[in-house]
């Protein structure tokens, strides 16, 4: 498993670009891994993991955290609003808060459960049409509105657009954090991480680079 060259070579930019060394995380994103895979890392020490669609996470990772009470899971991909009860249970993060729908649901079910995951607002920094987030004209209006609903937005996520250079993408996401006073941005990938660490990640989303190729589809790992 290539999960320590990962964290050298994370180790290795934060040198070269003067930060804190250790101070970005690492999320393993285990979605479509086969468990041994995941059960690796784990045992190897790594505790924080991200997962993209709900149905996956709760068919492998209640079991793994009764043997890994202290493991962090982070939930990366889009969140259906008659999915968001089941979420909270299982993640200790949300990176896709992308629209109000989704902020009154989490407010509502958040006073009901009197707790909360951590939330990342996710903005289409490519304004792509396809693609879950915000615009990034309408982010600090939806932080605002978000701030309202008492919601524990703690950053921001995005995922460029694959043809062009996400350096430039990762700069206006922190931009637009700065400018709103969060303090978190997961952004990075296994093609573009040490990128994402320049402009000013504070967490890595890092899947293939770490475990190898998907090689699982969804549909055998209900
Ligand atoms: C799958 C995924 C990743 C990891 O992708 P790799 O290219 O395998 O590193 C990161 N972020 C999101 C939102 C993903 O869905």
Wanted: glycine letters at 8%; a neutral charge; charged letters at 25%.
């Amino acid at each position: 498993m290539a999960l320590n060259d990962v964290l050298e070579r994370i180790q290795a930019e934060e040198a070269r670009i003067g930060r804190e060394v250790g101070s970005t995380r690492l999320i393993a994103v285990s979605k479509l891994q086969p468990l041994d895979r995941i059960k690796a890392a784990l045992d190897a020490g790594h505790r924080l993991f991200g997962e993209n669609r709900v149905q996956e996470a709760a068919g492998k990772w209640p079991a793994l955290r009764e043997r890994y009470p202290d493991l962090k899971l982070h939930l990366i991909g889009p969140l259906q609003t008659n999915k968001v009860r089941q979420a909270i249970k299982l993640f200790d993060a949300i990176e896709s808060l992308d629209r109000p729908k989704l902020a009154h649901t989490l407010a509502r079910l958040q006073g009901e459960f009197g707790t909360c995951p951590a939330l990342y607002v996710q903005v289409n920094t490519g304004e792509e049409p396809q693609k879950a987030g915000v615009m990034p004209m309408d982010a600090d209006g939806f932080i605002a509105e978000c701030r309202r609903l008492d919601l524990p937005v703690v950053g921001l996520m995005c995922i460029p657009p694959f043809d062009e250079e996400p350096s430039l993408h990762f700069a206006l996401l922190a931009k637009i954090a700065a400018r709103n006073g969060l303090s978190e941005l997961s952004m990075g990938m296994s093609g573009d991480f040490e990128r994402a660490i320049a402009q000013g990640a504070t967490s890595v989303r890092v899947g293939s680079a770490v475990f190898g190729g998907r090689v699982q589809s969804f549909s055998d790992n209900p």
